[in-house]
């Protein structure tokens, strides 16, 4: 089963993320694959059993998303309400006091989960509709957190340190690629598309990217659906 087979691809490279070692100004890292791995597991029973047309690749979790559910983009509601997913998360061994994980009780919602997932929704009705052809992945598992509890993402790392990060993650999604073997990809926001482009060699699989939803954007603050499907439609998936 293609699941299992997923499964076992981000096990490992949970394993071998949690041996890197991250500096300043990074002070606390999490890994939702690891105290996670329940919900993430039962996402790729849902998502991953087979063929998919189009996968989906963003950049991290958020600290209010995938770090709580273990789900990519996984605000609270989509992931317990319109998935049908819930869990038992643990918790990462170093907690910024500012960034609690509190699983499936937490309350707070992250905007670019409710906008990308809301998309999702409204345009599939059903998640079963939705992951018939489509997946979504992040390119890289970690959490990267400040002292102040500030967010830092991938790209900002140190080069070092980006260089083996970002090999152990590559191999993993040339391995998630040629399991689920979609016939393009989609870089949620450049990085995504940079990684994507730098990291899959797979034959026939062409490499797109639309707009990322953060709220940090304010391109993505004006109408991100309706952004979002032109740029699907561009890519000739809708």
Known sequence: ????ELKAIYRALSEAVDRLEFGPPVSYVYNPL?????????YLDLAGNSQKEILF?????GPWGMAQTGVPFGTIHMVRDWMGLEGRVGRPAREHPKRPVLGFDVEREEVSGSRFWGWARDRFDTAERFFKHHFVANYCPL??????????????????????????????????????????????????????????VE???RIGRILHPSPASPVANRGWAQQAEAQLKALGVL
Do not use: W
């Open 1 to 4: 089963m293609r699941s299992e």
């Open 143 to 200: 959490v990267f957190m400040e002292e102040s509890g500030r967010n830092r993402t991938p790209d900002k790392l140190p080069v070092s340190e980006r260089k083996r990060l970002f090999g152990l993650c590559d191999h993993a999604l040339q391995k998630a690629v040629r399991v689920l073997q979609p016939r393009l990809i989609i870089g949620i926001g450049k990085f995504a598309e940079e990684r994507a482009r730098s990291a899959v």
């Open 203 to 205: 034959p026939g699989v």
């Open 34 to 42: 690891d105290y996670a791995r329940e919900p993430v597991e039962k």
């Open 57 to 61: 690749l963003g950049m991290n979790p």
